[in-house]
């Protein structure tokens, strides 16, 4: 806790714990899973913890903040909304000032309704997204939105990154699968626009401007997401390409061939799996060393599964005869196609285990995936001799996690003080060359800050301001986030772990 600057917001304190009760506003004790990220990278110091239970006390602490800011501009005051604290890009814990508060939505978990003819649910924001998952499984439906960190993402964690996943080939982003938000304005308001319509056209779109704005405008409190049909039929196959031109030719005959039901197609390298197959051992990771790519397709159909089954094996031996698989092995249990999933899932947590690591969350057109792997790798091996490239991700829609792993036998963490900066602008200087995006799904937070100033057009910039400016004139919610602003500084975030 920063001694120094308690006494000056003892009275803000006091009144944040007369909101919540004098359990759930957090000033002492370890705060350790509120202030560090989940990379264990950085960590910063919460001039207070707060977990509202309901909208209308987060609505409250915002006000008490707004109010003891505008009575003292220039203090440093600011929210800091925090889900799962999942996130890779440090948007969710507090910088190293002391004058953060972290706002945990986690009490704010309910499944409000659930609304089968509408094919909708309305959640809070602190649900887990695998309660999501399974709540409409038990409706006999399916929630679309799937991510490795499922069992401690926040629903509203994923609105406020527009997180995407392993299912956005078929059913979207989080944003494609909003209809609704209830929303903590920066003054306190709150916005009931939990509609489940698919179509309203009743002024701006405030939803979509939400959706992604990772806290920065608001303060996401519950949403009303689609729902979708359980298919009848849900088939994986796991295969071996021989380059990645024959992953992309590949991914092209699927959509030719399997139509809308191709649900979802991941690309693993060689290097990723390895790691999997080395500290998850148990998951015997199926012909990994038979090629430099592996992929992971899934195919979800409404008819019964001997029908699927019989367009997929079709699809397969059609790419066999093209030559860009070279080998395939088909999910035969639903066991097996959990084991597929897990291994694809483990890759994350498997690089983590390997060491320090720079990470990269890109899109590309599809088209030029292969030249910019090709390419960046070269340069990247001129630049730093050694380095282990662990690339996989999301080929069917453009979204790979490009990440560089140290050299072997060299210390990772300094490996990424040293190289950190040098790495990430060739990476992106390649990706916006090809017409890309530095970040994919992940968010901008306040690791690639200085990232969107240097990429983004000053015209696009401009507009965010503007709109930052008008909904949160005081910079109170989540300052340093996204956007650099006249009260924070990227050098005063979360100091390196």
Same mark, same amino acid.
């Given at each position: 806790?920063?001694?120094?600057?308690?006494?000056?917001?003892?009275?803000?304190?006091?009144?944040?714990?007369?909101?919540?009760?004098?359990?759930?506003?957090?000033?002492?004790?370890?705060?350790?899973?509120?202030?560090?990220?989940?990379?264990?990278?950085?960590?910063?110091?919460?001039?207070?913890?707060?977990?509202?239970?309901?909208?209308?006390?987060?609505?409250?602490?915002?006000?008490?903040?707004?109010?003891?800011?505008?009575?003292?501009?220039?203090?440093?005051?600011?929210?800091?909304?925090?889900?799962?604290?999942?996130?890779?890009?440090?948007?969710?814990?507090?910088?190293?000032?002391?004058?953060?508060?972290?706002?945990?939505?986690?009490?704010?978990?309910?499944?409000?309704?659930?609304?089968?003819?509408?094919?909708?649910?309305?959640?809070?924001?602190?649900?887990?997204?695998?309660?999501?998952?399974?709540?409409?499984?038990?409706?006999?439906?399916?929630?679309?939105?799937?991510?490795?960190?499922?069992?401690?993402?926040?629903?509203?964690?994923?609105?406020?990154?527009?997180?995407?996943?392993?299912?956005?080939?078929?059913?979207?982003?989080?944003?494609?699968?909003?209809?609704?938000?209830?929303?903590?304005?920066?003054?306190?308001?709150?916005?009931?626009?939990?509609?489940?319509?698919?179509?309203?056209?009743?002024?701006?779109?405030?939803?979509?401007?939400?959706?992604?704005?990772?806290?920065?405008?608001?303060?996401?409190?519950?949403?009303?997401?689609?729902?979708?049909?359980?298919? /009848?039929?849900?088939?994986?196959? %796991?295969?071996?390409?021989? *380059? +990645? #031109? @024959? $992953?992309?030719?590949?991914? !092209?005959?699927?959509?030719?061939?399997?139509?809308?039901?191709?649900?979802?197609?991941?690309?693993?390298?060689?290097?990723?799996?390895?790691?999997?197959?080395?500290?998850?051992?148990?998951?015997?990771?199926?012909?990994?060393?038979?090629?430099?790519?592996?992929?992971?397709?899934?195919?979800?159909?409404?008819?019964?599964?001997?029908?699927?089954?019989?367009?997929?094996?079709?699809?397969?031996?059609?790419?066999?005869?093209?030559?860009?698989?070279?080998?395939?092995?088909?999910?035969?249990?639903? /066991?097996?196609?959990?084991?597929? %999933?897990?291994?694809?899932? *483990? +890759? #994350? @947590? $498997?690089?983590?285990?390997? !060491?320090?690591?720079?990470?990269?969350?890109?899109?590309?057109?599809?088209?030029?995936?292969?030249?910019?792997?090709?390419?960046?790798?070269?340069?990247?091996?001129?630049?730093?001799?050694?380095?282990?490239?662990?690339?996989?991700?999301?080929?069917?829609?453009?979204?790979?996690?490009?990440?560089?792993?140290?050299?072997?036998?060299?210390?990772?963490?300094?490996?990424?003080?040293?190289?950190?900066?040098?790495?990430?602008?060739?990476?992106?200087?390649?990706?916006?060359?090809?017409?890309?995006?530095?970040?994919?799904?992940?968010?901008?937070?306040?690791?690639?800050? +200085?990232?969107?100033?240097?990429?983004?057009?000053?015209?696009?910039?401009?507009?965010?301001?503007?709109?930052?400016?008008?909904?949160?004139?005081?910079?109170?919610?989540?300052?340093?986030?996204?956007?650099?602003?006249?009260?924070?500084?990227?050098?005063?975030?979360?100091?390196?772990?």
């Amino acid at each position: 806790m920063n001694t120094f600057s308690l006494p000056f917001f003892s009275p803000l304190i006091a009144s944040l714990r007369e909101i919540t009760g004098p359990d759930h506003t957090l000033t002492h004790g370890d705060l350790s899973a509120w202030q560090q990220d989940c990379r264990g990278r950085t960590a910063g110091v919460a001039l207070a913890v707060v977990r509202p239970a309901h909208t209308d006390q987060v609505a409250r602490v915002v006000r008490a903040c707004a109010l003891f800011l505008a009575q003292h501009p220039g203090c440093g005051l600011g929210i800091v909304p925090q889900g799962g604290n999942t996130g890779l890009v440090q948007g969710s814990t507090p910088d190293g000032s002391g004058r953060q508060i972290v706002l945990s939505l986690q009490r704010l978990n309910a499944v409000r309704h659930v609304d089968t003819a509408n094919l909708t649910m309305t959640l809070e924001a602190g649900c887990i997204l695998q309660t999501a998952q399974e709540c409409a499984d038990q409706a006999g439906l399916l929630f679309a939105l799937s991510l490795a960190a499922k069992g401690s993402c926040t629903v509203g964690g994923n609105l406020a990154t527009n997180a995407g996943g392993t299912q956005v080939l078929r059913y979207g982003n989080a944003r494609d699968l909003c209809l609704g938000l209830e929303v903590v304005t920066a003054s306190g308001d709150t916005w009931h626009g939990l509609r489940g319509l698919r179509k309203d056209n009743t002024g701006y779109d405030l939803r979509d401007l939400l959706v992604g704005s990772e806290g920065t405008l608001g303060i996401i409190t519950a949403a009303t997401f689609k729902l979708y049909p359980r298919p /009848a039929s849900q088939l994986c196959a %796991w295969g071996v390409v021989p *380059s +990645l #031109p @024959a $992953a992309v030719r590949l991914l !092209g005959l699927a959509h030719q061939q399997l139509g809308a039901g191709l649900t979802g197609f991941e690309l693993m390298g060689q290097l990723a799996l390895g790691l999997v197959a080395r500290h998850f051992a148990d998951l015997n990771v199926p012909l990994w060393q038979d090629g430099p790519y592996c992929v992971l397709l899934a195919y979800s159909d409404h008819r019964p599964e001997s029908v699927a089954l019989g367009v997929l094996l079709e699809c397969l031996e059609s790419a066999l005869a093209d030559g860009c698989l070279s080998n395939a092995v088909m999910a035969n249990s639903l /066991a097996q196609a959990e084991t597929f %999933w897990r291994i694809r899932e *483990s +890759l #994350p @947590a $498997a690089q983590t285990r390997e !060491g320090q690591n720079i990470k990269h969350d890109i899109a590309l057109p599809v088209s030029q995936v292969a030249q910019f792997v090709q390419t960046t790798d070269q340069r990247l091996q001129q630049t730093i001799a050694g380095l282990r490239m662990v690339t996989f991700g999301h080929l069917g829609d453009g979204n790979l996690h490009y990440n560089v792993q140290a050299p072997m036998g060299v210390d990772a963490c300094q490996f990424v003080l040293n190289h950190e900066e040098t790495v990430n602008r060739i990476v992106f200087d390649a990706v916006m060359a090809l017409g890309g995006s530095f970040s994919a799904e992940h968010g901008i937070g306040s690791l690639r800050v +200085l990232q969107l100033q240097r990429y983004q057009s000053p015209v696009a910039l401009g507009m965010m301001q503007a709109i930052k400016k008008a909904l949160d004139p005081l910079h109170l919610l989540n300052p340093g986030r996204v956007l650099l602003t006249s009260h924070s500084s990227h050098s005063s975030h979360s100091s390196y772990l």
